[in-house]
């Protein structure tokens, strides 16, 4: 099977993805060789810069194409049609553990570069000049951290600013009994009460506009090291300008580069109490390995064992789909055929089959039906009769 990773995989992954039998290709297709390629590929692996539009999915499976899974390195994926993706029968998983701890570190190392001013000092130490008293800044210790979004850099972020003495309050539509800080039922309850505010939430809509700023004490500060268009950089820059907070530090942007080392330009460059970074949030070697593994196992998992763990458009239980679910458990030798007739017989006994899961046993193999009806004595007692069959049980 051939996997395509667009938008690049760290050697680790690749050396994984090879060793399990895969073909893996990682140099960058543009839009048009993309949409004309993709259909050869079983699997697209993308991060954030390749978008997954129903029309490249489309074409991904259409007249014969081979394309079963997409998987998106990181947590994010706005970038990726989930529902055009569902229609034509193309799974979607991510990885969302490897960039965690690297996000959260980059949050709270904005925070204390724009409290303390690095930045500047380092550019007037650069440009020959010594500074001191300019560049007096604020503590974090003893003042309240805001975090919208507490999913899991949310969280990791809220244990880190927990540690130098922050008061952590959060807002989230789904409350985590496990995080570190304190929650608030609405983002102005959250916006009044804090000194720093850091984003950490998807979506395509703006959370802080003009109006949310305005909520703001004169003397705080916002971080966005979540998506670019969380904040409306209009707003921001009037609030820079005026004082209505005190400044800002941000790693994305409402448009960004496609590419590195293109030309960018943004009127928020204009101001002196802003500090901008380049997406780096998740760009740290340990993240990439840790991510690149993440999803290149995730999708050799799909691709040879039918796995569903990390699936974004599928439901990951036969709870969350409102029925029952029912076990038979087949011991059986280890030969070609087994699975046929097993699906057979239950088929042509009534039996709905959910899924199946199979592992070595020893000589033999044990084989787990998961159905949607309690299997009655009749089906375990044919089961039983079929050639090389060990055992059933339910």
């Known amino acids: 099977m051939r996997i395509l990773a667009n938008d690049g995989l760290v050697e680790e992954a690749r050396k994984y993805l090879r060793q399990q039998g895969f073909t893996v290709e990682t140099e960058k297709r543009d839009e048009d060789d993309l949409m004309t390629e993709i259909g050869s590929f079983d699997a697209l692996l993308v991060r954030s810069a390749t978008k997954v539009t129903r029309t490249l999915l489309e074409a991904g499976v259409k007249n014969g194409g081979k394309l079963k899974i997409v998987g998106r390195g990181g947590v994010g994926t706005d970038n990726i049609d989930l529902e055009a993706a569902k ?6 998983k991510f990885a969302p553990n490897g960039n965690t701890n690297a996000t959260a570190e980059h949050a709270l190392g904005l ?11 380092h550019r007037t130490l650069m440009d020959g000049t ?4 300019r560049f007096k800044g604020v503590e974090l210790f003893g003042k309240t951290l805001g975090i919208i979004g507490c999913g899991r850099i949310g969280q990791s972020l809220a244990a880190k600013a927990g540690a130098i003495g922050m008061k952590v309050l959060g807002y989230d539509l789904y409350r985590s009994i496990d995080a570190p800080l304190t929650y608030v039922d609405s983002i102005p309850e959250l916006l009044r009460q804090s000194d720093f505010v850091s984003l950490h939430c ?16 004169e003397s705080a500060y916002l971080i966005n090291a979540s998506r670019g268009k969380n904040v409306s950089e209009d707003a921001l820059y009037e609030a820079l300008k005026t004082g209505g907070i005190a400044g800002a530090a941000l790693d994305c942007y409402e448009s960004e580069p496609k590419r590195e ?7 928020l460059q204009e101001l002196d109490n802003i500090v901008m970074s380049a997406h780096l949030g998740a ?17 050799a998992g799909y691709l040879k ?30 030969k070609p055929g087994m ?4 699906g057979t017989l239950m088929g042509e006994m009534g039996v709905n089959i959910r899924e199946n899961n199979s592992r070595k046993l020893g000589e033999q193999v044990q084989t787990v039906y998961m159905v949607h009806a309690k299997p009655t004595e009749e089906v375990c007692e044919a089961l039983s009769c079929i050639e090389g069959v060990r055992r059933v049980t339910i």
């Open 87 to 92: 229609e034509l029968g193309v799974i979607v």
């Open 111 to 121: 925070m204390l570069a724009i409290a303390r001013k690095v930045p500047f000092a």
């Open 130 to 133: 010594w500074h001191k008293k």
């Open 202 to 217: 998807g979506g395509t809509e703006p959370v802080i506009k003009a109006e949310e700023l305005a909520l703001m004490k």
């Open 261 to 267: 080392g293109l030309p960018f330009r943004n009127k």
């Open 283 to 299: 760009s740290t070697n340990n993240a990439g390995i840790r991510t690149g593994l993440e999803i290149a196992e995730v999708v």
């Open 305 to 334: 064992r039918g796995e569903y763990g990390n699936s974004v458009n599928v439901g990951e239980t036969v709870e969350e789909e409102g029925a029952d679910i029912y076990t038979i458990f087949i011991t059986h030798e280890d």
């Open 339 to 342: 699975f046929g007739k097993f």
